[in-house]
């Protein structure tokens, strides 16, 4: 069975500070990616996709930044966290026919202090 | 950007009543998803509806789609207290983006 592995848990950060979020699936080949973040009470905002190694779409620019090394890896990075950062991160994958629902990690909970 | 936006924004009722969300968009579609967020927690999928399909049931979850008003509504029946959480509609496009409304808390009280 797939599954959908995401850390860390919770993050606290000082403004400034380097991140960097992985994200890892198991289980399938070749997985469209996706980074969201949800702010306190509100819906899910589309930061990242990918549907292919090295191949990243942004759909927000902002100082995030992401990359896929190896297939089913996706990471999340900055290079200075600002507070605007703070929010719950999520990862998620789907296959490609995208005719199924999407699978998704447990989310990140960053607070950048 | 947000494509759909659900209503009501919050929704209070009683263990045993029926539970109605509704969910509107702007663009095409290819499918619309509905998803559950527990508090705090990652999102799972409940129920998938293509763009050609008009009416969805899985269990106690019944979802209806109307392309020509560019809406859909999720129906939980018999709810219970473990069905308190968010719901997120989703739609999809040609694309491979997936864009979610901004959610309807629901809160089943014993």
């Known amino acids: 069975s797939q599954t959908i592995h995401q850390w860390p848990a919770t993050l606290v950060q000082p403004v400034g500070s380097p991140l960097s979020l992985e994200c890892t699936v198991e289980g399938t080949s070749n997985p469209n990616l996706y980074w969201y973040r949800q702010a306190a009470g509100r819906g899910l905002q589309l930061l990242f996709y990918?549907?292919?190694?090295?191949?990243i779409s942004s759909e927000v620019p902002q100082n995030l930044s992401a990359s896929r090394p190896q297939d089913r890896q996706f990471i999340l990075s900055s290079k200075k966290l600002l507070l605007s950062d703070s929010g719950f991160y999520l990862c998620a994958w789907a296959k490609t026919d995208n005719m199924r629902g999407y699978t998704f990690g447990s989310g990140t909970r960053l607070t950048v202090v | 950007s947000q494509q759909g936006e659900e209503d009501p924004q919050a929704l209070s009722i009683q263990e045993g009543e029926n539970a109605t969300m509704n969910c509107s968009y702007k663009t095409s579609i290819n499918n619309l998803q509905w998803y559950r967020q527990n508090s705090g927690r990652g999102l799972v999928h409940l129920i998938l509806i293509r763009s050609n399909e008009r009416e969805k049931h899985s269990g106690r979850l019944r979802v209806t789609l109307d392309t020509s008003k560019k809406s859909s509504s999720l129906l939980i029946t018999a709810s219970r207290a473990a069905d308190t959480a968010s719901y997120f509609c989703?739609?999809?496009?040609?694309?491979?983006?997936?864009?979610f409304g901004s959610g309807t808390r629901l809160l089943v009280r014993p």
């Open positions: 989703a739609t999809r496009d040609s694309s491979y983006k997936l864009i």
């Open positions: 990918s549907v292919g190694i090295g191949q």
